[in-house]
């Protein structure tokens, strides 16, 4: 039997496991929250702008940075600074150390902060998934959406949430055994069934969301998100009520009119052969005048003569 575990073992217990998540939580902070995306105030141009070393719009410095690592404005005598300033607080540049090529940010002279911010900075991959710019193109902050994590500019930021909630499918079936699922991935677009949510072999965190087995980006349950399925409109397809109440795009057309379209149709074609039999009728390919106009023109003088001769007195004898 296991020795009972006394009050001072288990508080020291739950104390480590606070300072594990502590430490951990240093490198797993939102990027809306990390100090080299905090908003930041030009004291020369008075924009709103993300945390930068230099203004976006004026090119200014400001009088008091932030360390884009640790947030701090003012640097105390007792610390690992690589620039060791006696018993006296720093202040303004001569506070910094270096400046990130991924944040375009302050980072403070710490030894720390000049060792982890570069391989951490949050801000390497930070392009927008709808404009596709990245820090350097616009002077906003950058959010990540909160359904498939994707980098957002601070103008495509609610544009792009309101329409991420959309399957690629046109149902919530899983794509491998065309059950209902309801372990959805945001960022696959794609239902998943609890069988092949989880993969064969692998372990599981206890607590933890289940990881897409495509892109490994925590599953959602889908009755928890108004998700939406992806509908493809083709011509009569497209059911649509519109002002007047009438039904799909094809609502002014009847079976009379169609009738109508159908004998004018037949008409108009009669009346393109008839045009051509007679065009076809007029050509002369050997440079002589058609049978058919010397027969008409023949017939015609024919008449004249015929119209001009006397009438006979006499119908017994002939006229001379």
């Known amino acids: 039997m296991p020795k009972k575990k006394t009050g ?12 594990k998540e502590i430490r951990r939580s240093r490198f797993n902070i939102p990027l809306a929250n990390h100090p080299c995306n905090a908003s930041m105030e030009c004291d020369k141009c008075q924009k709103m702008q993300k945390n930068r070393a230099f203004c976006y719009f004026c090119g200014a410095v400001q009088r008091l940075p932030m360390c884009a690592q640790c947030g701090k404005q003012k640097c105390i005598p007792k610390g690992d600074c690589v620039v060791k300033h006696g018993s006296a607080h720093v202040t303004g540049l ?21 060792q982890t911010h570069a391989c951490s900075c949050p801000m390497q991959d930070s392009i927008c998934v709808e ?16 359904f498939c994590a994707k980098h957002l500019c601070g103008d495509d930021q609610f544009e792009h949430q309101a329409s991420c909630q959309r399957l690629e ?45 495509k892109c490994g980006h925590p599953l959602d ?21 519109d002002e007047e109440g009438e039904w799909g795009d094809y609502s002014v057309y009847d079976d009379d009119d169609q009738a109508d379209e159908a004998s004018s149709e037949e008409d108009e074609e009669g009346e393109d052969e008839n045009n051509v039999v007679a065009a076809m009728g ?3 390919l050997h440079g002589r005048e058609h049978v058919q106009k010397s027969y008409e023109a023949e017939s015609m003088a024919g008449r004249q003569l015929a119209s001009s001769e006397p009438e006979c007195g006499d119908q017994s004898s002939r006229c001379r």
């Open 8 to 19: 001072q073992r288990k508080k020291s217990e739950k104390n480590k496991i606070r300072l």
């Open 94 to 114: 001569a506070m910094v150390g270096a400046i990130c090529d991924f944040c375009e940010a302050w980072v403070c002279h710490g030894l720390t902060c000049l």
């Open 131 to 146: 404009c596709h710019r990245d820090i350097s193109e616009h002077g906003g902050r950058m959010f990540t959406c909160a």
């Open 169 to 213: 499918s046109e149902t919530f079936k899983c794509p491998s055994c065309n059950r209902i699922g309801s372990n959805a991935c945001m960022r696959c677009k794609a239902v998943f069934c609890d069988e092949h949510a989880k993969r064969k072999g692998f372990k599981y965190a206890p607590g933890q969301p289940i990881p897409c087995p």
């Open 221 to 241: 349950q889908a009755f928890c998100l108004s998700i939406s399925t992806r509908q493809y409109a083709f011509g009569r397809q497209r059911q649509i009520l």
């Open 282 to 284: 007029k050509i002369d």
